[in-house]
């Protein structure tokens, strides 16, 4: 189970921290300029003629429209997710910029995109819906992708040695090595992912859909607009009819996509012996004894998939590449450089502009930043803690018993799946007559954009323990203490550091929606960068909004680099399943 620390190792370790990784950091408070300077320029006069009816007839339609967007959304994240992690994987030159940089891009809080990206892509079409429709699109990829994107790298990176000398042994091609080996691998985790990433664009629908920037209103139609218009006005009869339509999609969703794909994917979990713990499904069992979907795939689905597959393996023909330790491929110094001077360039223009952006703020606006970072940075440590202290048992539990997870899989899905902006006038209530109101309040409120990031991750590795090893530990009567402390956490450790990065970046993100609440026309808020944020989105003001974004970002940066990272690199190189 466990691989010594190599020299190189060490050294790759001692020189993770490089001058690229603050070139990274520079690029993307550009990237930050670059969105919050083109929104703060929008002079266009966008009206939207749009009223959000709280009509229960009107949620059908409502619900159609907001499937697509994240069905779209889901999709660009699938192809960024393979694209990106594969990339990073197979070359260690690109590996030490993507990955880096997916840790800086997955902590800028979705919402600080919101302004800039919605006014930018209002401003390239004028007057029309499909500037705002992009930037929700958008916007929910930006909330869907991060955690898939490091559930499959760390999945390829988990690949054990052997099986990639046999790739090299038996001399199979880029497609090969993918289609047979590298995506398999990465198919329980991303399938586990793709729930909980589905589960994160539903907890920012409201604020995407529907939402005000200074005096302008932008709005969509759609179930996010409709349960964000009822709350607004405490219309609880129209909210509990919105969210009776959504725990419907989510149920309806998990029986017939998410149940066939978990159950699809067992079958790629490395074991030695046939498990009795299959997760199951009514529908996959239809789709596999079904003679008419049996003969469309002999007839029309298999041809077509070899004729792809010879195609594909034709275009990519078999190289020579030495398999290192992680079975990297060099790409060549070209790739480095197009990088690096890019990112110059970039940084030269983003460092300007923000100087110039920054300068207008204020010693009371830094102090307010400052003192909001250390706040909610409190919030986030304790929410951190309390999620864990359940969504580690809970989640092994799901993960090794079949009945149980056939039981609570939908509710934990429901659950995660409901926004919780939808639940604020409910749960507003009882805050405000709490001791302390909000201020203790929204670390209820932003545990509920950070533990199912972990949860979902330990179900995934307590499903990916071989049943051999499980049966191993039955047969030298482990106690329950022993089992924990030699199998189960060793082997769930690489999925519970990735949620765990994820996590973190969801609570910061949580915490602009868990901190600033608007509630039947009045604002409800308690100290905090998230709450900055909201307020500079709200007013307009666009220094603040930029100052407390890349403070928030470069304090998750600081803390995936000198604390999850590490880990993470430990998981690799001690944890990694070997055969």
């Known amino acids: 189970m466990t691989r010594p620390l190599t020299p190189a190792n060490k050294t790759l370790e001692r020189n993770n921290w490089t001058w690229q990784d ?86 800028i809080p979705v919402l600080s995109f919101l302004p800039g990206v919605v006014l930018a892509l209002i401003a390239l079409f004028p007057g029309e819906r499909i500037g705002v429709e992009l930037a929700a699109i958008l916007l929910i990829f930006t909330g ?33 090595r993918f289609w047979t080996l590298e995506l398999p691998s990465g198919a329980i985790g991303l399938v586990w992912n793709s729930v909980m990433s589905v589960a994160g664009g539903w907890f920012f629908l409201i604020a995407i859909e529907s939402f005000t920037l200074g005096n302008q209103d932008f709005r969509l139609p759609g179930l996010g607009s409709f349960l964000g218009t009822a709350a607004n006005k405490g219309d609880f009869i129209a909210i509990f009819w919105g969210l009776a339509v959504l725990i419907g999609v989510i149920v309806v969703t998990d029986f017939f996509v ?57 275009s990519f023909p078999v190289r020579s590449v030495p398999v290192n330790a992680k079975g990297s491929l060099n790409l060549g110094n070209l790739f480095n450089w197009v990088f690096v001077s890019g990112f110059t360039l970039i ?27 250390a706040l909610t940075a409190l919030r986030v440590v304790i929410a951190l803690i309390l999620s864990l202290l359940w969504t580690v048992p809970v989640g092994v539990a799901i993960g090794r018993n079949r009945r149980l997870a056939q039981i ?125 944020i909201s307020n500079a989105t709200a007013t307009g003001n666009f220094s603040l909004l930029l100052a407390s974004t890349v403070v928030m970002s470069l304090l998750v940066v600081l803390t995936n680099r000198l604390v999850w990272r590490p880990l993470y690199n430990l998981a690799q190189e001690r944890y990694q399943l070997l055969i």
């Not at 239809?286 to 004729?307: D, G, M, N």
């Not at 189960?488 to 609570?507: H, K, R, S």
Request: charged residues 10%; hydrophobic residues 50%.
């Open 144 to 176: 869907m992708t991060w955690n898939m994107t490091f559930s499959f790298y760390q999945s390829l990176q988990s690949i054990p040695r052997e099986l990639l000398e046999a790739a090299q042994v038996y001399r199979l091609n880029l497609w090969q």
């Open 258 to 314: 998410w149940r066939p794909l978990i159950a699809w994917a067992e079958k790629f979990k490395l074991e030695m012996v046939e498990t009795e713990n299959v997760p199951q499904s009514s529908v996959l069992n239809i789709i596999r004894r079904s003679p008419t979907l049996r003969a469309i795939s002999e007839k029309v689905i298999q041809p077509l998939q070899s004729a792809i597959d010879n195609g594909l393996i034709r």
């Open 408 to 532: 609570l899989q939908p509710l934990v899905q429901i659950a995660a799946s409901v926004p919780a902006t939808a639940l604020f006038p409910v749960l507003l209530l009882g805050l405000t007559r709490i001791a302390g109101g909000l201020q203790i309040g929204a670390i209820a409120l932003m545990m509920l954009g950070t533990m199912w990031y972990i949860l979902f991750n330990v179900i995934a590795g307590a499903q990916s323990i071989p049943s051999d090893l499980i049966e191993a530990a039955w047969v030298y009567k482990l106690s329950l203490l022993q089992r924990w402390q030699t199998l189960i956490l060793p082997a769930i450790f690489p999925y519970l550091i990735t949620g765990i990065i994820t996590a973190v970046g969801g609570a910061w993100n949580a915490s602009i929606v868990s901190e600033y609440v608007t509630f039947q026309g009045r604002v409800i808020s308690t100290s905090g960068l998230g709450a900055t």
């Open 22 to 107: 603050g070139l990274l950091i520079l690029s993307i408070v550009s990237l930050i300029v670059l969105i919050i300077r083109t929104g703060s320029q929008f002079t266009g006069n966008f009206q939207p003629e749009l009223t959000i009816s709280t009509n229960i007839n009107a949620l059908p339609g409502y619900t159609a429209q907001t499937l697509i967007r994240m069905g779209l959304a889901y999709f660009l994240s699938l192809i960024f997710t393979l694209l990106y992690a594969y990339t990073a994987y197979h070359s260690r030159i690109a590996e030490r910029i993507l990955i880096p940089m997916l840790d800086i891009l997955q902590s």
């Open 347 to 373: 940084v030269l223009w983003g460092t300007w502009e923000a100087v110039l952006l920054l300068r207008t703020l204020g010693w009371d606006d830094w102090l307010q930043v400052i003192k909001g970072a």
